[in-house]
């Protein structure tokens, strides 16, 4: 079966670009969670979706940022306009519905705002 | 609020022998999950070994087990026969589930490096 799959993997952009990331959870999994890894400040949750509707979108930093679940197989995280202190891996993990199941992640997609 | 400890940034071990990763969390609630992900430089964070708080039993993955204390709040993991793929970061999380909401908190990882 295919993992989480995430684009783009790696992202350069200029300040003040739009970036979109795109994250296909597993299939059958009805939890879909947004995070960001910085050597500063760790993991952090951005936001979490169940059965495509935002239930904790409390980590979401700023205004700049959105995230959208219009179907269970297709999420996106969008920033706009981008800065550098947006520069950050960005993963997406789902999860099935046990409820002690553990959180499946994609590879990530690296992001540079220059 | 919940947290999670690891207090230690790097580890080294030599290739075959046994390390110990410590972690320690904070809560109030009595039913919670346990795990400890490993995040390779590929960067893709893959599940090493769970832990149910209401067993009592210790998780354990091949050469991959757990000391769970829950008294203690104290969850570590031991990789015995250490071998140079296990060169990672580890993290440990905490999950609740509550009001029909999953909340994941994790540790901010131990970078462990097997040594040939």
């Known amino acids: 079966d295919a993992g989480v799959i995430q684009s783009p993997r790696h992202e350069v952009t200029e300040m003040g670009q739009e970036v979109t990331l795109r994250c296909k959870p597993i299939s059958g999994h009805n939890s879909l969670f947004w995070y960001r890894q910085t050597m500063m400040r760790g993991l952090e949750l951005l936001i979490y979706f169940n059965n495509n509707v935002p239930i904790d979108d409390s980590g979401m930093p700023e205004d700049r940022f959105s995230a959208k679940m219009p179907n269970a197989s297709f999420s996106t995280l969008k920033i706009q306009p981008s800065e550098p202190r947006d520069s950050a891996v960005y993963f997406c993990a789902s999860k099935d519905r046990a409820v002690g199941g553990e959180l499946f992640f994609g590879e990530g997609s690296r992001l540079t705002v220059l | 609020a919940q947290t999670v400890t690891q207090s230690q940034p790097e580890m080294s071990v030599q290739e075959a022998e046994t390390v110990t990763l410590s972690c320690t969390y904070d809560t109030s609630e009595n039913n919670y999950y346990l795990f400890w992900y490993k995040q390779p430089p590929s960067r893709q964070m893959i599940l090493v070994i769970r832990?149910?708080?209401?067993?009592?039993q210790n998780a354990t993955e091949n050469r991959f087990s757990v000391n769970f204390q829950k008294a203690a709040k104290s969850f570590s993991l031991k990789i015995s026969d250490s071998q140079l793929g296990d060169t990672a970061m580890y993290f440990c999380?905490?999950?609740?589930?509550?009001?029909?909401?999953?909340?994941?908190?994790f540790g901010t990882g131990t970078r462990l490096k097997v040594l040939a």
């Open positions: 832990q149910e708080a209401y067993k009592q």
């Open positions: 999380a905490f999950m609740k589930f509550a009001s029909g909401t999953y909340k994941y908190i």
